[in-house]
Each structure stands twice: as structure tokens, then as C-alpha cells.
């Protein structure tokens, strides 16, 4: 199999298939990361995956090329290019898939079979299934569910496939067998498989990501409410979540979802829904994004208020900058907002994350990083952005000998509220007492 693009998503894909027993070659423009993946090295951090590579490279089974010809031979060719957002709206940018499948058609040979895995505007399947008609192949819609920190996981053993197969029967039975083939051992293991058209493929997906923001916004408001009203949203959080219906999962008040996924799919979502004349549909999405876009301003407005009205001239240590823990990735991430706006009100700001400073720097080189050490030395006030376990397990006795001040914001609610307390901090949490 082919698998095109080498991103977040391609790469794991490619090594785990590897893993599963297919012979994979991997395809991506990027020559530097083709080199580094070819010599087993992963170009982004993510747990599980350097091992993965290291063996699946040894094993001869995965190889890596930035020839799109490379694909010719492969008898399933799985697209895993990004869809950004695009500049200037809200609709997903396709250009990096429509570019795959136009590289890929001089290759395609009749009975070979195209997979989506990209995050698409419902549609996209049907159109680019014109484009690969002519040479006599089929496409195939098998959206990824994997979670950036859980990837490796989350591809050898899937909690569920989705197929969308092509409409016509005999193709649809084909592609099918294709499929089964590829994840014979999820299917082995009894993995839940739902086998439907393009539409709802490329849907389910979409949908699955709106539904998960929106639990997060959901419980961001009601810590807008909480502090209001003098009430805790953890706790809130953990008596409505004891209710099976609802459970307590993705139930985190704090500074909001970022990241590559969530944020871009949501605005893609409303922007396919309005094209197809049924925004009013998905216009909760939009109140769902101002939520969770109003909690990285409260986050700063806390650190503000905290210091007295003004963080000028104040230092301000920023503890995490990745959209989440065991993660490099900054896509839209709350916490490098959060440490760049306090920087853009004159705070000194000391960033430090585990594995996202080399990231952060590109994106905002104005911005002063340290480790955890250098930034709490001497600072004013902690903010606590992303619930990396090595700010979780922080000691607030010995931080509070590093600092001048002992204010922490608790941005993501991770923090032992009482034990900081105790310690002699001022601790603030998002919507907690
Ligand atoms: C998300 C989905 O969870 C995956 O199922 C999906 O496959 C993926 O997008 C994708 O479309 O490729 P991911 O972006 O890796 O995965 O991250 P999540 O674990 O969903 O977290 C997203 C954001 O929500 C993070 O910034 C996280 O801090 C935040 N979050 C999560 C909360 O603020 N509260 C919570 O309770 C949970």
C-alpha cells in the first residue's frame, strides 16, 4: 500500500501498517522529513512512534520516497494529507489532497483503490471519485479517529473502522475485501466496523469531532457560570459525569481545545453546512467556538487581575505551551496564545514545555522559553496551560522557593487546588472556588 502524506496522521499510519505485516511506502514533498522518516526517525513527537519506525524500517516492509511514482504497484493508496483551515473563511483548504490524487492518477492502475483518511467536507469523496475514474480505480472513504499522544495505539487497535464504499455494488464489494484485508487484525479482535456509503463516512468524522468540542464548550460554559455563581465546575463536572448518558470524559473545564483537528473542523463543518443551504443547522458550532475561544481571554484576564490589574513589567511563567500533553504539536494552541498575549501586555514571559519549545519558537520567536526552572525563577505569577504530568506532579513547597510571588493560575484545572493552598499559594482555577 501507498500511504501520501507523512504529517501527524500519515506517518503513524504508515509505521503501524508496517507493524500489521502490509509493505507500506510512504510518499510526502517534504524531502527532510522523508529522510528523517526513512532513516527511522520520527519528525514529531509522539509517543511510540520512533520505536515503531526503527522497526518497521528494519523489517523492510516500510519504505519512504518523495516520488508520488513510488505509488505505482500499491494496491491501496491511502490519502493522509492536511485540510487547514483555509485563509480568509472557515471552509477546509483541499488543495493538499486534490494536489495527492492529481500526483497519484498517472500511477493508478484499474482495481486499485484510493482511501481517504484527510478530514473532508462531506462531498469530497464523490468529487475527487471523478478525478480517479478514468484509470479504472475505486475511492474509499475510512476516516482516523486516532488522538495525537495516543496515535500508535489508537492505529493498531481502533475502537472502530468506518468504511464509505463507492455506490455502485460490485465496486463497493471490491473495496470492501480491500479494506478488510488491510485491517484484518482489528477485524480479528472484533473491532465494531460500520460499512457505509462516502457521505456518511466523511460525515461521521466531522461529526465526531463537533461532538466532542462541544462537550468541551459545554462544560467551559458552565464554568463561566460556576464563576459567577461562587460554585466549582470539577466538581460539577464529576456528579454529572457519574450519569452513564453523559459520562465524565472530555468533561475538563479549563482553557479550551485547540490543536490541529478540532478548532479547523468545527469552522469547516459550518462552512460545508452553509454551501449545502442548511447552516442554521450547525450555528450551535459557532457559539461552541466563541465559548472556547472566550477561555484563553479569561485565562489571561485571571493572570491580570491576580497581578494586581496590569502584568506589566511583571514576570509571568507559562508552564506548557502544546495544545496538549505528550504532544508537540502548537496547531491553535490555547496555551501558546495565552503566553503570547500576556507577552503583547508587557509581561516578561518565560514559556517552557517538555517537547513544543522548537515549535513555539518558529511560530513566535519573540517569545522568551526556558526550562520549567528558568521560567518559574524569580516569577510572579505560574500559569499552568497544558496538564503535562511534570507540571501536574509539581511540588508547590519547593516552586514557591523559586518565585516571588505564590499566584498560580490553573488553566487546564489539573492542580491539587488544596494542596497549593496549604503551600501558601494563591491558587486560581477556571471556574473553581
Ligand atoms: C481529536 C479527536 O479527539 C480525535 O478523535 C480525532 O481523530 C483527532 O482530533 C483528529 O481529528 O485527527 P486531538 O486533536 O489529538 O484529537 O486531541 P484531543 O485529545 O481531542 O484534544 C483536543 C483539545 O481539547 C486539546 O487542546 C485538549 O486540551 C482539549 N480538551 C480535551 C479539553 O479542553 N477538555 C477536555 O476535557 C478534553
Same mark, same amino acid.
Given at each position: 500500500? @501507498?500511504?501520501?502524506?507523512?504529517?501527524?496522521?500519515?506517518?503513524?499510519?504508515?509505521?503501524?501498517?508496517?507493524?500489521?505485516?502490509?509493505? *507500506?511506502?510512504?510518499?510526502?514533498?517534504?524531502?527532510?522529513?522523508?529522510?528523517?522518516?526513512?532513516?527511522?526517525?520520527?519528525?514529531?513527537?509522539?509517543?511510540?512512534?520512533?520505536?515503531?519506525?526503527?522497526?518497521?524500517?528494519?523489517?523492510?516492509?516500510?519504505?519512504?520516497?518523495?516520488?508520488?511514482?513510488? &505509488?505505482?504497484?500499491?494496491?491501496?493508496?491511502?490519502?493522509?494529507?492536511?485540510?487547514?483551515?483555509?485563509?480568509?473563511?472557515?471552509?477546509?483548504?483541499?488543495?493538499? *489532497?486534490?494536489?495527492?490524487?492529481?500526483?497519484?492518477?498517472?500511477?493508478?492502475?484499474?482495481?486499485?483503490?484510493?482511501?481517504?483518511?484527510?478530514?473532508?467536507?462531506?462531498?469530497?469523496?464523490?468529487?475527487?471519485?471523478?478525478?480517479? $475514474?478514468?484509470?479504472?480505480?475505486?475511492?474509499?472513504?475510512?476516516?482516523?479517529?486516532?488522538?495525537?499522544?495516543?496515535?500508535?495505539?489508537?492505529? +493498531?487497535?481502533?475502537?472502530?473502522?468506518?468504511?464509505? +464504499?463507492?455506490?455502485? &455494488? $460490485? $465496486?463497493?464489494?471490491?473495496?470492501?475485501?480491500?479494506?478488510?484485508?488491510?485491517?484484518?487484525?482489528?477485524?480479528?479482535?472484533?473491532?465494531?466496523?460500520?460499512?457505509?456509503?462516502?457521505?456518511?463516512?466523511?460525515?461521521?468524522?466531522?461529526?465526531?469531532?463537533?461532538?466532542?468540542?462541544?462537550?468541551?464548550?459545554?462544560?467551559?460554559?458552565?464554568? $463561566? =457560570?460556576?464563576?459567577?455563581?461562587?460554585?466549582?465546575?470539577?466538581?460539577?463536572?464529576?456528579?454529572?459525569?457519574?450519569?452513564?448518558?453523559?459520562?465524565?470524559?472530555? +468533561?475538563?473545564?479549563?482553557?479550551?481545545?485547540?490543536?490541529?483537528?478540532?478548532?479547523?473542523? =468545527?469552522?469547516?463543518?459550518?462552512?460545508?453546512?452553509?454551501?449545502?443551504?442548511?447552516?442554521?443547522?450547525?450555528?450551535?458550532?459557532?457559539?461552541?467556538?466563541? =465559548?472556547?475561544?472566550?477561555?484563553?481571554?479569561?485565562?489571561?484576564?485571571?493572570?491580570?487581575?491576580?497581578?494586581?490589574?496590569?502584568?506589566?513589567?511583571?514576570?509571568?511563567?507559562?508552564?506548557?505551551?502544546?495544545?496538549?500533553?505528550? !504532544?508537540?504539536?502548537?496547531?491553535? !494552541?490555547?496555551?501558546?496564545?495565552? &503566553?503570547?498575549?500576556?507577552?503583547?501586555?508587557?509581561?516578561?514571559?518565560?514559556? !517552557?514545555?517538555?517537547?513544543?519549545?522548537?515549535?513555539?519558537?518558529?511560530?513566535?520567536?519573540?517569545?522568551?522559553?526556558?526550562?520549567?526552572?528558568?521560567?518559574?525563577?524569580?516569577?510572579?505569577?505560574?500559569?499552568?496551560?497544558?496538564?503535562?504530568?511534570?507540571?501536574?506532579?509539581?511540588?508547590?513547597?519547593?516552586?514557591?522557593?523559586?518565585? @516571588?510571588?505564590?499566584?498560580?493560575?490553573?488553566?487546564?484545572?489539573?492542580?491539587?487546588?488544596?494542596?497549593?493552598?496549604?503551600?501558601?499559594?494563591?491558587?486560581?482555577?477556571?471556574?473553581?472556588?
Amino acid at each position: 500500500m @501507498s500511504v501520501i502524506g507523512c504529517g501527524y496522521l500519515g506517518a503513524v499510519h504508515a509505521a503501524s501498517m508496517a507493524k500489521l505485516g502490509h509493505e *507500506v511506502v510512504g510518499i510526502d514533498v517534504d524531502k527532510a522529513k522523508i529522510d528523517a522518516l526513512a532513516a527511522g526517525e520520527a519528525p514529531f513527537f509522539e509517543p511510540g512512534l520512533p520505536e515503531l519506525l526503527v522497526e518497521s524500517v528494519a523489517s523492510g516492509r516500510l519504505t519512504f520516497s518523495t516520488d508520488a511514482a513510488a &505509488a505505482r504497484g500499491s494496491k491501496v493508496h491511502f490519502i493522509a494529507v492536511g485540510t487547514p483551515q483555509k485563509a480568509g473563511s472557515y471552509a477546509a483548504d483541499l488543495r493538499y *489532497v486534490d494536489a495527492a490524487v492529481q500526483g497519484l492518477v498517472p500511477h493508478l492502475q484499474p482495481g486499485d483503490l484510493v482511501v481517504g483518511k484527510s478530514t473532508v467536507p462531506v462531498g469530497t469523496a464523490e468529487r475527487l471519485s471523478r478525478m480517479v $475514474e478514468p484509470t479504472g480505480a475505486m475511492v474509499a472513504w475510512n476516516p482516523e479517529f486516532l488522538r495525537e499522544g495516543f496515535a500508535v495505539k489508537d492505529t +493498531l487497535t481502533p475502537d472502530r473502522l468506518v468504511y464509505g +464504499l463507492p455506490p455502485k &455494488a $460490485e $465496486e463497493s464489494a471490491v473495496a470492501k475485501e480491500l479494506l478488510d484485508e488491510v485491517y484484518v487484525e482489528a477485524l480479528r479482535l472484533d473491532t465494531p466496523l460500520v460499512a457505509t456509503d462516502w457521505a456518511t463516512a466523511e460525515l461521521v468524522k466531522v461529526a465526531a469531532n463537533a461532538f466532542l468540542a462541544t462537550k468541551i464548550s459545554f462544560i467551559n460554559a458552565m464554568a $463561566e =457560570i460556576s464563576e459567577v455563581a461562587g460554585a466549582d465546575v470539577t466538581e460539577l463536572a464529576d456528579a454529572i459525569g457519574y450519569d452513564v448518558r453523559i459520562g465524565r470524559r472530555f +468533561l475538563n473545564a479549563g482553557a479550551g481545545f485547540g490543536g490541529g483537528c478540532l478548532p479547523k473542523d =468545527i469552522r469547516a463543518f459550518t462552512a460545508r453546512a452553509e454551501e449545502l443551504g442548511k447552516g442554521e443547522a450547525l450555528n450551535f458550532l459557532k457559539e461552541v467556538d466563541a =465559548i472556547n475561544l472566550r477561555r484563553r481571554d479569561r485565562v489571561v484576564e485571571l493572570v491580570v487581575e491576580a497581578l494586581g490589574g496590569s502584568a506589566y513589567n511583571k514576570k509571568v511563567a507559562v508552564l506548557g505551551l502544546a495544545f496538549k500533553p505528550d !504532544s508537540d504539536d502548537t496547531r491553535d !494552541s490555547p496555551a501558546l496564545d495565552v &503566553a503570547v498575549r500576556l507577552n503583547g501586555l508587557g509581561a516578561n514571559v518565560v514559556a !517552557s514545555d517538555p517537547e513544543a519549545i522548537a515549535n513555539s519558537r518558529r511560530l513566535h520567536p519573540q517569545l522568551a522559553y526556558g526550562s520549567t526552572n528558568d521560567a518559574l525563577e524569580g516569577a510572579d505569577a505560574v500559569v499552568v496551560v497544558t496538564e503535562w504530568a511534570e507540571y501536574r506532579t509539581l511540588d508547590p513547597a519547593s516552586v514557591g522557593e523559586l518565585v @516571588s510571588g505564590r499566584i498560580v493560575i490553573d488553566g487546564r484545572n489539573c492542580l491539587d487546588a488544596k494542596q497549593w493552598r496549604e503551600a501558601g499559594w494563591q491558587y486560581i482555577g477556571l471556574g473553581r472556588r
